[in-house]
């Protein structure tokens, strides 16, 4: 019987590793704008995000939103938009990613009073349906589709 890591790069997917935090939340080292940074890899939410605290730190271009966020214990929380950027997860790019900005804050200090590394932002199921993605959680593989 064929791996599915085998079959997967027969069909032009790129393997990323990421790692499980003692809180669950998986996390991936990612480059955005040639900036490397620390990402939730979250099915569950719809859109890619950064914190507002780090547009100047991956030379986020931002605009005006009428959206606004909702998420785990937060609802109607203000945000920007940011349009055209360049993501990187492993060998995986893309150019034309469009982020939105909101206060992570609140998401950082649950991180840290886990004692758990905080994070720049969210890779969301918009990145991982223009990757094709297949998920391994026992081996913490990403698969994305070149």
């Known amino acids: 019987m064929k791996k599915v890591e085998d079959i997967l790069k027969k069909e032009d997917y790129v393997k990323i590793n990421f790692k499980v935090s ?15 940074g620390t990402f939730i890899l979250d099915t569950g939410a719809s859109n890619s995000c950064v914190g507002l605290e780090f547009t100047d730190k991956f030379g986020l271009k931002t605009k005006s939103s009428k959206t606004q966020a909702a998420g785990a ?10 349009k055209k950027n360049e993501i990187q997860l492993g060998k995986w ?4 990613i469009n982020l939105v900005l909101f206060d992570m804050s609140h998401v950082n200090q649950a991180l ?6 905080t994070v720049d932002g969210i890779i969301g199921a918009d990145i991982l349906l ?3 993605a297949f998920i391994d959680y026992n081996k913490r593989n990403l698969f994305l589709k070149k």
């Open 73 to 82: 214990g937060a609802v109607g929380m203000f945000t920007l938009i940011s």
């Open 112 to 117: 840290t009073q886990h004692k758990v590394e």
């Open 93 to 96: 790019k893309n150019k034309k």
């Open 22 to 36: 003692s809180t669950q939340h998986l996390l991936v080292k990612t480059f955005l704008n040639g900036i490397m």
């Open 130 to 132: 223009k990757g094709k």
